[in-house]
């Protein structure tokens, strides 16, 4: 049986990085003299964010201290500080800003989601989880199935699997496209609670998106899959993924703990 904690952390880390690189926006030009105060903010935010996403934190920094100088009252940037402050190691500043930017703006739900990211890297899991639902109320927030998705994974984390669940399916209720990763989630779930056909019935949504290019196969995916495979009875399906773990991930510890 593969653990849940394995496949949920993986899973995790990834979904909460989309919240840096989902938030940056591209800058034609440097700044106008002719832009308005708020537009000058909203720049050097913007680079700020840029810059972090490179790992230039110093230059981050300066950036967002500029727009702080303009209007220190500023949630965006006050969020954007508190991003860089986390990667610098300074969970203590981090926090101080996450928490000001939301003093100043408490339906800046952007910022609300880095402060939820951040308190669940310091392991802070139901402090997360609220600040996600808080989020999660912002029906016109372009990101919100992949808060729920959040909320589930971090609810697995807990090991409060009903809970994990309704949020995973409130996300895939939100989602044109389903996330690959929450259908890989779903599907290891049902598993764990013997729900074998509905379980591979999430999976094979995962392959479908294997198949069209949207999706791509990891060692704990395919071991996933062939293991629903086996319990559903599906031999061929359960062969053709074990054979694809052999080849493509050889010397992965789920292809040496494959039944000889």
């Given at each position: 049986?593969?653990?849940?904690?394995?496949?949920?952390?993986?899973?995790?880390?990834?979904?909460?990085?989309?919240?840096?690189?989902?938030?940056?926006?591209?800058?034609?030009?440097?700044?106008?003299?002719?832009?308005?105060?708020?537009?000058?903010?909203?720049?050097?935010?913007?680079?700020?964010?840029?810059?972090?996403?490179?790992?230039?934190?110093?230059t981050a920094q300066q950036r967002l201290?500029?727009?702080?100088?303009?209007?220190?009252?500023?949630?965006?940037?006050?969020?954007?500080?508190?991003?860089?402050?986390?990667?610098?190691?300074?969970?203590?500043?981090?926090?101080?800003?996450?928490?000001?930017?939301?003093?100043?703006?408490?339906?800046?739900?952007?910022?609300?989601?880095?402060?939820?990211?951040?308190?669940?890297?310091?392991?802070?899991?139901?402090?997360?989880?609220?600040?996600?639902?808080?989020?999660?109320?912002?029906?016109?927030?372009?990101?919100?199935?992949?808060?729920?998705?959040?909320?589930?994974?971090?609810?697995?984390?807990?090991?409060?699997?009903?809970?994990?669940?309704?949020?995973?399916?409130?996300?895939?209720?939100?989602?044109?496209?389903?996330?690959?990763?929450?259908?890989?989630?779903?599907?290891?779930?049902?598993?764990?609670?013997?729900?074998?056909?509905?379980?591979?019935?999430?999976?094979?949504?995962?392959?479908?998106?294997?198949?069209?290019?949207?999706?791509?196969?990891?060692?704990?995916?395919?071991?996933?899959?062939?293991?629903?495979?086996?319990?559903?009875?599906?031999?061929?399906?359960?062969?053709?993924?074990?054979?694809?773990?052999?080849?493509?991930?050889?010397?992965?510890?789920?292809?040496?703990?494959?039944?000889?």
């Amino acid at each position: 049986m593969i653990p849940f904690s394995k496949v949920s952390r993986s899973l995790v880390s990834v979904l909460l990085l989309a919240w840096l690189t989902g938030c940056v926006t591209t800058v034609e030009g440097p700044f106008s003299g002719k832009a308005d105060a708020e537009k000058a903010v909203q720049s050097h935010i913007q680079l700020g964010l840029a810059y972090i996403q490179q790992g230039d934190y110093v230059t981050a920094q300066q950036r967002l201290e500029r727009a702080l100088a303009i209007n220190p009252k500023s949630a965006g940037a006050h969020a954007a500080m508190g991003l860089v402050y986390q990667r610098q190691g300074e969970p203590e500043l981090a926090e101080s800003s996450f928490k000001k930017a939301l003093s100043f703006d408490g339906k800046y739900t952007r910022g609300r989601t880095y402060y939820a990211a951040f308190l669940y890297e310091q392991e802070r899991f139901a402090d997360a989880v609220r600040q996600f639902e808080i989020a999660a109320e912002d029906t016109a927030f372009e990101d919100r199935a992949q808060i729920f998705a959040n909320i589930g994974l971090i609810q697995a984390r807990m090991e409060n699997y009903e809970g994990a669940l309704q949020a995973y399916q409130r996300s895939l209720s939100l989602s044109r496209f389903p996330p690959p990763n929450v259908l890989l989630a779903m599907s290891q779930l049902l598993y764990a609670q013997g729900e074998y056909h509905t379980g591979w019935q999430y999976y094979s949504r995962f392959l479908n998106q294997v198949s069209q290019g949207r999706a791509a196969h990891s060692p704990t995916s395919l071991s996933l899959g062939a293991t629903l495979a086996r319990e559903v009875g599906d031999r061929n399906t359960e062969a053709s993924l074990e054979l694809l773990l052999r080849n493509r991930f050889p010397e992965s510890p789920e292809a040496k703990n494959l039944r000889k």
